[in-house]
């Protein structure tokens, strides 16, 4: 099986099963023709390169999307010197913050992204110069070279949305993410229990990327590298958007013209389970009765009003 058209799923209780693509994204031509991982990291990077060099205003919002840009590749590079690719790992759900955190990650797996120092201004301590000697540049670029996906924890309600379903899909086999899939319902399986089978399936896994913001439930005293606390399978989280505001999250999707979940343009602006998440109400339009009147999540611009469609 191809990791990067299928998602490899697994359950809590050791049952495998694959979850196929859309009926539109389903043809064998079409997984033949996907481009090899090496190919889709060196469009991106050069995609997220050609941003970085782009002239705009200090003030203006897309001046500050390019330093925050900077500072989540910075913790790439970082990562990618304290550990091998092969150990490294994504936690992925199809959200907008994931989505970010996944092109900033595969931007930086692009050797000439390890070759020099991005010269960012990174208030982790534990960020250190993203220059590799020859020799580690050397090992990443061959790791990387051999790559055929990214290994990928999803952990997902019990209730997922099907367009959520539908995106990671498309997105895992757009980018070749071999993804573990895991339903928490809590108390039977939680977030914790998800993670602690995902890594004795995966013992060699030693940190994992993950897309937590500052304005996220348990995120205001995170930094870019935090170990696991105690009760919790360890491994080392690792956060590159965590100091990302929610309006530069959504300029750097669309200046980018990335492709992301369609419950974003109907006024869903937090994504959980379908018993919790409802479109943002700070985003409701016209009169009652209407069947589409919500602006997209890209029209919110306040942090704290993100997560008001979440009970």
Request: charged share 20%; with cysteine.
């Amino acid at each position: 099986m191809n990791p990067s058209s299928k998602i490899s799923t697994q359950t809590e209780n050791g049952t495998t099963h694959c979850g196929e693509p859309n009926s539109s994204h389903n043809s064998s031509n079409d997984n033949n023709n996907l481009p090899p991982l090496p190919t889709v990291v060196a469009r991106i990077h050069a995609r997220v390169q050609a941003f970085l060099a782009e002239s705009h205003p200090k003030d203006s919002l897309l001046a500050s999307v390019q330093r925050q840009t900077r500072i989540s590749l910075d913790v790439v590079a970082t990562a990618l010197k304290r550990y091998k690719l092969s150990e490294l790992s994504v936690s992925y759900n199809g959200g907008k913050d994931c989505l970010v955190l996944l092109i900033i990650f595969l931007a930086g797996l692009h050797p000439s992204a390890n070759n020099t120092n991005i010269n960012s201004t990174s208030s982790s301590e534990e960020t250190e110069p993203s220059s590799l000697s020859a020799q580690a540049l050397a090992e990443a670029e061959a790791q990387i070279a051999a790559a055929t996906s990214i290994p990928c924890i999803y952990a997902l309600p019990p209730d997922p949305f099907d367009a959520v379903e539908d995106f990671v899909v498309t997105s895992a086999e757009a980018y070749h993410l071999s993804i573990m899939k895991y339903t928490t319902a809590p108390p039977t399986t939680t977030l914790r229990s998800s993670f602690e089978d995902y890594l004795s399936r995966n013992p060699g896994i030693k940190a994992i990327f993950v897309g937590t913001r500052r304005t996220d439930p348990h995120g205001a005293q995170l930094t870019h590298f935090d170990r696991t606390d105690g009760g919790w399978p360890d491994f080392v989280r690792v956060h590159p958007v965590i100091d990302w505001h929610y309006a530069e999250i959504w300029a750097f999707i669309r200046h980018l013209d990335l492709r992301y979940c369609s419950l974003y343009d109907e006024g869903y602006t937090s994504l959980g389970g379908t018993s919790d998440t409802h479109p943002n109400p700070r985003l409701r339009q016209g009169a009652d009765g209407q069947e589409k009147d919500y602006l997209p999540a890209y029209q919110l611009t306040e942090d704290m009003e993100e997560r008001l469609g979440r009970n």
